[in-house]
């Protein structure tokens, strides 16, 4: 990926960082949730949402490493927000800008870093997504637009956050304290709601990565473990049908996957390949003895199953999930 | 995505240790592959240990049933050793649960095979 040096006026970018009032907050799970996404994808022992401050960045979300924050002087992000696009130090060691930085030269010792600058709205850099290993590395081309689609959504719950607190404010000035109450009462529940939007390579190694990442989100919104499997395994059989049938197992071909799960303990699943769709109702029931051995045809039929709701749309090209978290 | 398929043998029957990945998705033809060499060796009763299978999918799930129903026909058998809840639960969704014998004690499942069952 290219890279180039931006110039910014340091001024209006701590003043943009100001305005989404998220410092020094409590963590949120939308953020830990899309931290511990980017971990999973990319494959490395930490990931990082930053901030990047006057003379500090502070920790959003920081799965795989205690502190909070860390002063700027040795802040890999502060480089990385200078750049446009993904920033990547593939060995700190071997890096004359970094391999005397304490975290690499002793402590922890990093080596790998990729940073994607999260933007305000204004334009202002204001931290990043990072991923961090121990040892050297890269990343492939599919963790990388992850790592961007990723980044998408970080912006995007950073937006959501600064909307709701400008809401707030607005709400408060026009209504009386009773009712505003009750008001953002009533949109809390979208606070939480996590959408991924995904595109992805036609490949095997595709289908874990996002059945795994989907997974991991719902065990920590506490979603049951059987609800948590049947998910799980029809988010497979829904990818693996895609790869298999929808893009030929072509590789240089792409899969559309949309995750919504929200407040209301509803997961909402999409898969769309390129294909030429299919005729669901035509498929054989495999539990009739005719078909009981045969060695295909249970993918649609076990996503049937375990999901409470599945339409098959545009001729068979998508399929949309739906399933609803089992009361304790 | 290679994985090794070890295997030994208990008598006349093969036990074949499973690795975890190659039960999902389209490496299951490995393990097809790997029971029509064992039926052209004269190997018909074949035990699947899948202890490190973490994943059963259609696919996996698509290879068992097909071999186990070619493998009786030739008067062999194809038996489970260690499946775990979830594998269970995939098999059971199949319908195949009730059919394909399953075992938590390999003794046991050897025994099985001298019982006459496969007659």
Known sequence: MNMTTVTRDETARLAALRRYRILDTEPERAFDDLALL???????????????????????????????????????????????????IPDASEDVRFRDNPFVASGPRFRFYAGAPLLAREGEALGTLCVIDRVPRMLSETQREALDALRRQVEGQLELRRNLHEL???LAA??????????????????STCQLDMTIPAEPSSIPRIAEGVTAVLRRKGWPEDDVIAVELSVQEAI?????????????QHIQCCVIIDASGEVVIVVRDPGTGFDATAVPNPLQSENLFKSSGRGVFLINTLMDRVEYLDGGREVQMRKRKTDA | MASTITERSIGDVTVLDVPAQVMFYEAAAQLRTRINELVVEGRLKLLLDMRQVTYLDSFGVGVIASKYVSLRKKGGDLKLLHPSARSRHVLSIARLIQIIECFDEEDAAIRSFQSGATA
């Open chain 1, 38 to 88: 980017a971990s999973h994808i990319c494959e490395t022992p930490i990931a990082l949402i930053t901030l990047v401050d006057a003379d500090r960045q502070w920790f959003k979300a920081h799965p795989g490493i205690a502190v909070t924050q860390t002063s700027r002087a040795v802040s890999f992000c502060s480089h990385a927000i200078e750049q446009s696009g993904l920033f990547i």
């Open chain 1, 168 to 170: 707030k404010i607005a």
């Open chain 1, 174 to 191: 026009r209504d009386q304290a009773e009712a505003d109450v009750a008001t953002l009462s009533s949109l809390m529940p979208y606070c």
């Open chain 1, 240 to 252: 693996a049908n895609a790869i298999r049938h929808g893009c030929r197992n072509d590789p240089t």
